[in-house]
């Protein structure tokens, strides 16, 4: 047998010897990639049904709110419109103990056409490093609801170890009381 194979290996030309090599290669190279591959698939697949069967077996959600529901929610979270100062203080608190020098702010209430809201417009200078303006806003923000970021724009003193002067514009929603 090992002599057949030697002498038909002898009468073959290159190109038919080089096809077998490239036949042997791209077996071997099946087994040593795409099988175990298969088998990842395979249990890839396996996890995905298990775990469509875990989330088909938990409780949805109750239905969406309705809208008028929502609304009211969300009216509920702002604050009175007799409760500005009060906002306006916390407002303060929370740039002071960000480390912000506040010089003067400007504060002018605006009724909504709707009737049920009250606009705070506040205009805050404010000195003091970026970092602590960011901290200022974050803790501000999270802990006021009505409170929306309307500008911001950045000045720097000429100088090595000048502050940087923030104008920040917001505006407070309030419920108007019924």
């Known amino acids: 047998m ?4 030697r002498r038909a290996a002898r009468d073959l030309d290159w190109p038919a ?11 071997g ?15 890839l697949r396996d996890r995905v049904a298990e775990l469509k069967s875990q989330a088909d ?9 309705l809208p008028e529901s929502q609304l009211a929610a969300f009216f509920g979270q702002l604050a009175a419109a007799q409760q500005a ?19 003067r702010g ?3 209430p605006l009724p909504d056409a ?10 805050l200078p404010v000195k003091g490093t970026y970092p602590q303006v960011r901290r200022f806003l ?8 009505g409170l929306a970021l309307d500008a911001i724009a950045f000045q720097r003193e000429t100088g090595a170890s000048a502050a940087l002067e923030t104008q920040l514009r917001f505006t407070v929603f309030l419920r108007m009381s019924s």
Request: hydrophobic fraction near 45%; proline fraction near 6%.
């Open 2 to 5: 090992i002599w057949r194979l």
């Open 17 to 27: 010897f080089a096809g077998i090599v490239l036949a042997v290669l791209a077996v």
């Open 29 to 43: 190279l099946y087994l040593a990639t795409v099988r175990p591959l298969e088998s990842q698939n395979r249990s």
């Open 57 to 65: 077996s938990q409780p949805r959600d109750a239905e969406p709110a």
């Open 85 to 103: 100062p009060e906002l306006v203080q916390q407002l303060h608190a929370h740039a002071t103990s960000a480390g912000l020098a506040l010089e």
């Open 106 to 108: 400007e504060y002018r």
């Open 114 to 123: 709707s009737g049920k809201l009250m606009r705070y417009q506040i205009v």
């Open 138 to 145: 974050a803790g501000a923000m999270r802990e006021m609801p």
